[in-house]
């Protein structure tokens, strides 16, 4: 595997943190800059809009940007983002940098997915794409405890100086290792790069629908009901994760000290969610998906219900986290495969309503803190959306069943 794979998983891992870390954060920022907790809640939101927005531009735009200088410009422009968010003393400036950070992580992901596979042969794609995004889990299980106890010792802007330290080695790595060529498009463009690439890269340009095509394959009723239940599960996820430091300190009575442990907890329980996942999705990705969201859904009840016991709390937490990501992961593959005409815009669908979510969930949660319903009403808020969930995951499997069935017959024959 090149090193530059390895350097694209090192920064994807630095852009994850950032989006997550908020989450055992969000006390000592509304502290800090004097605003409610729901305020500060909502700079997880503002970052969401920003992937969202910028996951299918960024893709679009990227189609013909060389591979190193898009990197560069969208990892400087997330540094430079963080570095102004840490010295910023007010609310308005930090939320304008999580919007202008997350565009450029969007950007990065749009160019790093395709670096990768570039730079490896054709039985080496799965494996570079997982070390890619295997970033965002490790973000999951190191990045973000580590930001929150940052936060809780040296104050809430040493945690984002860390992500800006961490991404800098990304940065000078990206120059010497990763090569400058184009990703192929379907109007083959002229690529930059050894022979050999170029001869590679213009054999798939050859074989890419145009954005028209690709995009055509995303308005398909089954596709955009599986966009919409992603996106509800994941506001779900990401509702309950926002608030779970105040809901573990203030009505569970755990320490603030017990705070990076349960963040932790739950990116532990994010790996083997995907791990498990990858190993089971391929086959029997439907059942995986119907029983991940029921578990789900009957998960955070039962964490509304028990949040004042330590241990239900701790254990949840670990279930959830394992149950959110692997049931995501196999909806994003699932969208691959429904929407096999586009393979440059799929994924960037995909994120996008992964971070829809992400953006409504805080938001949702944060509207129940501020009617006086307590800190567990994040959490019957996700419960709530899991059963939308369930409902639009009926409605896809009753859109075309019988398109469904012959797929399934053409893959197995």
Same mark, same amino acid.
């Given at each position: 595997?090149?090193?530059?794979?390895?350097?694209?998983?090192?920064?994807?891992?630095?852009?994850?943190?950032?989006?997550?870390?908020?989450?055992?954060?969000?006390?000592?920022?509304?502290?800090?800059?004097?605003?409610?907790?729901?305020?500060?809640?909502?700079?997880?939101?503002?970052?969401?809009?920003?992937?969202?927005?910028?996951?299918?531009?960024?893709?679009?735009?990227?189609?013909?940007?060389?591979?190193?200088?898009?990197?560069?410009?969208?990892?400087?422009?997330?540094?430079?983002?963080?570095?102004?968010?840490?010295?910023?003393?007010?609310?308005?400036?930090?939320?304008?940098?999580?919007?202008?950070?997350?565009?450029?992580?969007?950007?990065?992901?749009?160019?790093?997915?395709?670096?990768?596979?570039?730079?490896?042969?054709?039985? /080496?794609?799965?494996? $570079?794409?997982?070390? *890619?995004?295997?970033?965002?889990? @490790? =973000?999951? !299980?190191?990045? &973000? %405890?580590? +930001?929150?106890?940052?936060?809780?010792?040296?104050?809430?802007? /040493?945690?984002?100086? $860390?992500?800006?330290? *961490?991404?800098?080695?990304?940065? @000078? =790595?990206? !120059?010497?290792? &990763? %090569?400058? +060529?184009?990703?192929?498009?379907?109007?083959?463009?002229?690529?930059?790069?050894?022979? $050999?690439?170029?001869?590679?890269?213009?054999?798939?340009?050859?074989?890419?629908?145009?954005?028209?095509?690709?995009?055509?394959?995303?308005?398909?009723?089954?596709?955009?009901?599986?966009?919409?239940?992603?996106?509800?599960?994941?506001?779900?996820?990401?509702?309950?994760?926002?608030?779970?430091?105040?809901?573990?300190?203030?009505?569970?009575?755990?320490?603030?000290?017990?705070?990076?442990?349960?963040?932790?907890?739950?990116?532990?329980?994010?790996?083997?969610?995907?791990?498990?996942?990858?190993?089971?999705?391929?086959?029997?990705?439907?059942?995986?998906?119907?029983?991940?969201?029921?578990?789900?859904?009957?998960?955070?009840?039962?964490?509304?219900?028990?949040?004042?016991?330590?241990?239900?709390?701790?254990?949840?937490?670990?279930?959830?986290?394992?149950?959110?990501?692997?049931?995501?992961?196999?909806?994003?593959?699932?969208?691959?495969?429904?929407?096999?005409?586009?393979?440059?815009?799929?994924?960037?669908?995909?994120?996008?309503?992964?971070?829809?979510?992400?953006?409504?969930?805080?938001?949702?949660?944060?509207?129940?803190?501020?009617?006086?319903?307590?800190?567990?009403?994040?959490?019957?808020?996700?419960?709530?959306?899991?059963?939308?969930?369930?409902t639009t995951a009926a409605a896809t499997r009753l859109a075309c069943p019988l398109s469904l069935t012959k797929a399934t017959v053409v893959m197995k024959s």
């Open positions: 595997m090149p090193f530059a794979v390895y350097v694209l998983g090192l920064a994807v891992f630095a852009q994850g943190t950032s989006e997550f870390m908020l989450s055992g954060l969000v006390s000592g920022i509304a502290a800090d800059l004097h605003v409610s907790i729901p305020d500060a809640g909502l700079l997880t939101s503002a970052f969401a809009v920003g992937m969202v927005i910028g996951a299918p531009l960024m893709a679009l735009f990227s189609r013909k940007w060389p591979r190193r200088r898009a990197l560069l410009i969208f990892l400087t422009a997330f540094v430079a983002a963080h570095v102004v968010g840490a010295l910023t003393p007010g609310y308005e400036v930090l939320l304008a940098t999580r919007i202008v950070g997350a565009l450029a992580n969007a950007g990065f992901w749009a160019v790093a997915l395709v670096a990768a596979i570039s730079m490896v042969e054709p039985a /080496a794609r799965a494996r $570079a794409t997982s070390v *890619v995004v295997g970033g965002v889990t @490790v =973000a999951c !299980v190191v990045g &973000v %405890p580590a +930001g929150a106890l940052l936060g809780e010792h040296l104050g809430w802007r /040493a945690a984002f100086w $860390a992500v800006a330290a *961490v991404s800098l080695p990304a940065l @000078v =790595a990206i !120059v010497t290792s &990763v %090569p400058d +060529g184009r990703p192929a498009t379907s109007d083959g463009d002229a690529l930059e790069g050894s022979k $050999a690439s170029e001869e590679s890269q213009a054999s798939d340009a050859s074989e890419n629908p145009s954005v028209r095509e690709e995009l055509r394959s995303l308005t398909g009723r089954r596709v955009l009901l599986t966009l919409l239940t992603m996106a509800l599960v994941q506001g779900a996820t990401f509702c309950a994760f926002s608030y779970l430091e105040p809901l573990a300190t203030r009505v569970t009575g755990l320490g603030a000290g017990w705070v990076p442990a349960l963040l932790a907890l739950f990116g532990v329980g994010s790996l083997v969610g995907v791990t498990l996942s990858g190993r089971v999705a391929d086959a029997r990705r439907s059942t995986l998906v119907v029983a991940g969201m029921a578990s789900l859904a009957l998960g955070w009840i039962a964490l509304a219900l028990s949040a004042v016991s330590p241990v239900a709390t701790i254990t949840l937490v670990f279930v959830q986290g394992m149950l959110a990501f692997g049931t995501g992961s196999a909806m994003i593959s699932q969208v691959f495969q429904l929407a096999s005409g586009a393979p440059t815009l799929a994924g960037s669908f995909a994120t996008a309503a992964f971070n829809i979510g992400a953006a409504a969930g805080p938001w949702l949660g944060g509207l129940t803190i501020d009617a006086g319903l307590g800190f567990r009403s994040p959490v019957w808020v996700s419960a709530a959306l899991m059963a939308l969930a369930l």
